[in-house]
C-alpha cells in the first residue's frame, strides 16, 4: 500500500480560509462531508502517513479519488454549508442517525384549517406540531384527555369535519362532548383557531400563564355570583394540574432548555434528548447513532445538535450538553438565526442540571446496551455475523462455536483469565471458564499459557465429569429376545472443539494464541484478535488488521463476545481478591465471618484498613482493643 495518496493536493493549493470539504470516489460519489476554520490545517491531517491515521479514516481517504473544497467568509456560513451537504448527499462515512421509532408523539395539525390533536408516529406531517415522544400510548390518550378538558379542540377525523361542516349536524364526537371544533358547532373557526394557540401554548411550557388567568376568572366568577361559570374554570384548572402533575419539576419555572445524555463507544453512539419547557420534561426523544469515521466527544455533540436543530420548529434559549464543541460560538449564532432570540449552549456542571444530565446519560447508556444486544439477538442479525465472519476472516465455514479469551490483572497480581463460549451467536454461559494464573506481567505469556491449558482437555477427554448419557446399544438374539446392552457415555468437557478463538488484544497477544495452537497441534482452529482502541481484527501473521464494517453485524458479535470476557474476567478477579483477605483475616483469632464483612464494609477497601491504626479498627462494631491489635500486628506482617 502506497503511504502517499495520489490525489493529494500540492503544497501550499489548500486555502487556509474556513470552508467546507468533500471527498469523492471515482464514480463521484460524495463519501464525507466536514467543515474547517482552517481547511489547510484540517485537510493536512487526512493527508498525513497512512500508517499514522485511524484505521477508519484510512478506509475512507483510501476509498475516495479526490477532495474538493468551498471557501466561505465565516465559520458560521461553513456550519450552514455543511449541514446543507450532509442533508443533500447522505453520505456515508459521516455519522448515521437512526431515530428511535418505538416512541409514539402527540400531534395538533396546524396546517389544517381547523387543527386537531392526533396520536402519531409520522413525523412527516405538513405544518404539525408535535409533542412527545410519550413512552406509551396510553400515556398519549391520557395527556389528551385531560388536555382537551382544560382546551377542547377538535379531536374527529377529517371525514367526520368534513361531513358535518357539509351537513351542519355536530360530528358525533362533538355529541357526546369529546370534540370542541368547528364540527361540535358550539364555535367558530376563528374562536376555535384561539384555543389551539392556547392549547400548543400550553403544553409548549406555558403553563404558569394559563393556571394564573384560570384561578383569577374562577375567582372573579365566583365574587360576580356566577357559580355555573366559576365550575367551569374549576374543571379546566384542575385538569390543567393533572397534566402537570404528570411531568416532574425538574429545573426553575421558568427553565426551557433541551438536554442532551450522550453515551458512545468506538463504532454507535446513542443520544437522549430531554426537551424541558416550563422546568418540566416535557418530552424526551431517543436516537443512535452508527460511527464511521473516528471523532471526539465534541464533534459528536456538533453533530447531534445539527441533526437535532437543523429543521427545528422550536429552539429553546438554553440547551444543555456533556461537552461543547470547538465551534460552540459558530453554533450559537446559527441557533440565533432560527429562534430569532439569543441562544446559549452550555455544560451541566451542578447542582439539578448535572443531576438531570447523569439521568440522561444513564438511559443513554441503556438505550446503547439494548441497541447493540438487540442486532446480536436476532437470527437473522446472527446468521448474518456468523457468515460475515467467515468471510472476512477466509474461514472454510461459519464459525458455529466462538471461544473468547481475556486476560484481567491487578498491577501484575491476581492474574485471572476468562473464557467464554457463544455457539450460534447466543452465550452458553454454562461452559464459562475461569483460570488462575502465576504471578507474571506479560500478556502475552498468560494468554499462551491459558490457551494451552484449555487446548490440552481437546486431547483427554477421558478425563471429563459432565453429566453422564446413557446409550442402547443392540446385542444378540436369544430365544427370539434381543439383548440390549446398556452403555453409560460422558460427553466430554470442552469436547467440542471452537471453529473460531478470539481474543482480546491486538497483534502480540494474537501471536501468542497461535503459537500455543502450532505447539498444541490444533492449527486447524482459526484465531484472531479484536483491539478495542481501534476496533480492528488482528489475523496471525499479518501486517495489517482486518476492518469490518461500522453496521457489520459480525462486529457487532465480536464486540459483545469481548465485553462478555472482559466482564467475566474482572467478576472472577474481584471474587478472588475478597476471597485472599477473607481468608488472611480469618487466621485472626477471634476474627469470624460476621464480624470480616463487617470490617470490609466499614473501611471500604483492604487498603484503608491496613493502614488503619488500632484505635480506628477499635471503633467497628465488635471489635475490641485486643482483637482491635491483632488485626493490625497480623495485616502488618503480611
Not at 437512526?98 to 405544518?127: C, H, Q, W
Not at 447513532?289 to 473516528?294: A, F, G, S, Y
Request: hydrophobic share 40%; with cysteine; aromatic share 6%.
Amino acid at each position: 500500500m502506497a503511504d502517499v495518496l495520489p490525489y493529494k493536493p500540492r503544497a501550499g493549493e489548500i486555502p487556509t480560509n474556513p470552508g467546507v470539504y468533500r471527498f469523492r470516489d471515482a464514480d463521484g460519489r460524495v463519501l464525507y462531508v466536514g467543515k474547517a476554520k482552517n481547511l489547510r490545517q484540517r485537510l493536512s491531517n487526512y493527508f498525513a502517513p497512512l500508517r499514522t491515521l485511524h484505521e477508519r479514516t484510512r478506509r475512507m481517504v483510501t476509498t475516495a479519488s479526490s477532495v474538493e473544497w468551498t471557501v466561505v467568509s465565516t465559520d458560521v456560513d461553513s456550519l450552514q454549508l455543511e449541514y446543507m451537504w450532509i442533508k443533500e448527499f447522505d453520505p456515508p462515512f459521516n455519522v448515521r442517525y437512526k431515530d428511535d421509532k418505538s416512541y409514539p408523539f402527540m400531534a395538533v395539525t396546524l396546517g389544517d384549517e381547523a387543527p386537531r390533536v392526533i396520536v402519531t408516529r409520522n413525523r412527516k406531517i405538513p405544518g404539525a406540531r408535535y409533542f412527545g415522544p410519550y413512552p406509551k400510548v396510553w400515556a398519549v390518550h391520557e395527556t389528551i384527555d385531560l388536555m382537551v378538558k382544560a382546551f377542547p379542540i377538535r379531536t374527529c377525523s377529517d371525514s367526520s369535519y368534513k361531513r358535518a361542516m357539509q351537513t351542519g349536524r355536530p360530528c358525533f364526537p362533538g355529541q357526546i362532548g369529546k370534540c370542541g371544533g368547528p364540527c361540535s358547532m358550539t364555535v367558530t373557526i376563528d374562536e376555535h383557531r384561539a384555543m389551539v394557540d392556547d392549547f400548543v401554548a400550553f403544553m409548549a411550557g406555558g403553563d404558569e400563564r394559563f393556571t394564573r388567568e384560570l384561578t383569577t376568572r374562577m375567582l372573579a366568577a365566583s365574587a360576580a355570583m356566577d357559580y355555573e361559570a366559576a365550575a367551569k374554570y374549576r374543571d379546566k384548572l384542575s385538569a390543567i394540574e393533572a397534566v402537570l402533575g404528570k411531568s416532574a419539576l425538574v429545573l426553575a419555572t421558568d427553565e426551557d432548555a433541551d438536554l442532551f445524555g450522550i453515551a458512545e463507544d468506538e463504532l454507535a453512539a446513542a443520544v437522549q434528548h430531554f426537551v424541558i419547557r416550563g422546568g418540566r420534561v416535557r418530552g424526551v426523544r431517543a436516537m443512535t447513532i452508527e460511527k464511521e469515521i473516528d471523532i471526539s466527544g465534541a464533534e459528536l455533540v456538533d453533530q447531534v445538535l445539527q441533526r437535532a436543530y437543523g429543521d427545528a420548529q422550536d429552539v429553546p434559549r438554553r440547551i444543555l450538553v456533556p461537552s461543547l464543541p470547538d465551534d460552540a460560538a459558530e453554533l450559537e449564532v446559527w441557533l440565533r438565526e432560527r429562534r430569532g432570540k439569543k441562544v446559549e449552549i452550555a455544560v451541566a456542571q451542578r447542582g439539578q442540571r448535572a443531576d438531570l444530565m447523569r439521568t440522561a446519560t444513564l438511559n443513554a447508556q441503556q438505550a446503547l446496551i439494548r441497541h447493540k444486544t438487540r442486532r446480536t439477538s436476532d437470527y437473522v442479525a446472527r446468521t448474518q455475523a456468523l457468515t460475515d465472519l467467515q468471510d472476512a476472516l477466509g474461514l472454510t465455514e461459519a464459525p458455529l462455536r466462538i471461544e473468547c479469551f481475556d486476560i484481567s490483572h491487578l498491577g501484575g497480581t491476581n492474574v485471572v483469565a476468562s473464557m467464554v463460549v457463544f455457539e450460534d451467536g447466543l452465550p452458553r454461559k454454562d461452559q464459562y471458564r475461569s483460570f488462575n494464573i502465576p504471578e507474571t506481567t506479560d500478556d502475552t505469556d498468560s494468554m499462551y499459557q491459558v490457551l494451552r491449558r484449555r487446548l490440552a482437555y481437546l486431547d483427554r477427554p477421558e478425563e471429563a465429569d459432565e453429566p453422564a448419557a446413557v446409550v442402547a446399544v443392540a446385542g444378540e438374539t436369544h430365544d427370539g429376545l434381543e439383548e440390549v446392552v446398556v452403555e453409560v457415555k460422558r460427553k466430554p468437557r470442552f469436547a467440542y472443539p471452537p471453529q473460531l478463538l478470539l481474543v482480546d488484544g491486538g497483534q502480540p497477544q494474537v501471536e501468542a494464541a497461535a503459537r500455543a495452537l502450532r505447539d498444541a497441534g490444533h492449527t486447524e482452529i482459526a484465531v484472531c484478535g479484536i483491539a478495542k482502541r481501534l476496533e480492528e481484527i488482528w489475523l496471525p501473521g499479518e501486517d495489517f488488521p482486518v476492518i469490518l464494517p461500522r453496521t457489520s453485524e459480525s462486529l457487532y458479535l465480536l464486540q459483545r463476545l469481548r465485553d462478555e470476557a472482559h466482564r467475566f474476567a474482572i467478576t472472577h478477579q474481584r471474587k478472588r481478591r475478597r476471597n485472599d483477605i477473607s481468608s488472611v483475616l480469618s487466621e485472626v483469632p477471634g476474627l469470624g465471618a460476621s464480624r470480616i464483612k463487617v470490617l470490609l464494609k466499614h473501611f471500604g477497601s483492604v487498603t484503608a484498613l491496613r493502614a488503619a491504626a488500632p484505635g480506628e479498627i477499635e471503633e467497628v462494631q465488635g471489635i475490641g482493643p485486643v482483637l482491635a491489635q491483632n488485626i493490625h500486628t497480623h495485616l502488618s506482617t503480611r
